[in-house]
């Protein structure tokens, strides 16, 4: 089973950039698609971003967009959130997830229920 395991999380100010990593363990690590999500208190587990396998393929939800940038290193079966620009409403637990099943898909995609291997989540938090 591949098992994923976040880090990177903190507490910064608006306007600070933080950089979340995910890293997957065992062989197939890397052809895997991962995603990113937060739930802040009170809310509901949302989206951030979403990555395929080799990176041509990538999602970010609305609020993010031209903030946020999702990458990955195969090499290091790692992958990235660069958060820029953070705002308070970014303040959650953020959380990486894999699909273990599907190796090799060419898009990324979003739902919660096709990702079947979960970190334990990493906070940030964004105050002044």
């Known amino acids: 089973q591949v098992q994923v395991a976040e880090s990177g999380g903190g507490l910064v100010q608006p306007g600070d950039s933080l950089r979340l990593s995910c890293t997957t363990s065992?062989?197939?690590?890397?052809?895997?698609?991962v995603a990113w999500f937060r739930q802040a208190p009170g809310k509901e587990r949302e989206i951030v971003a979403a990555i395929n396998y080799n990176d041509r393929s990538t999602y970010y939800r609305d609020s993010v967009k031209g903030r946020f940038t999702i990458s990955r290193d195969n090499a290091k079966n790692t992958v990235y959130l660069q958060m820029n620009s953070l705002k308070p409403e970014d303040t959650a637990v953020y959380y990486c997830?894999?699909?273990?099943?599907?190796?090799?898909?060419?898009?990324?995609?979003?739902?919660?229920?096709?990702?079947?291997?979960w970190g334990q989540g990493t906070q940030v938090t964004v105050s002044s």
């Open positions: 997830a894999a699909d273990t099943a599907t190796l090799f898909y060419p898009l990324a995609y979003t739902s919660p229920e096709e990702y079947d291997s």
């Open positions: 065992g062989d197939t690590g890397s052809s895997l698609p």
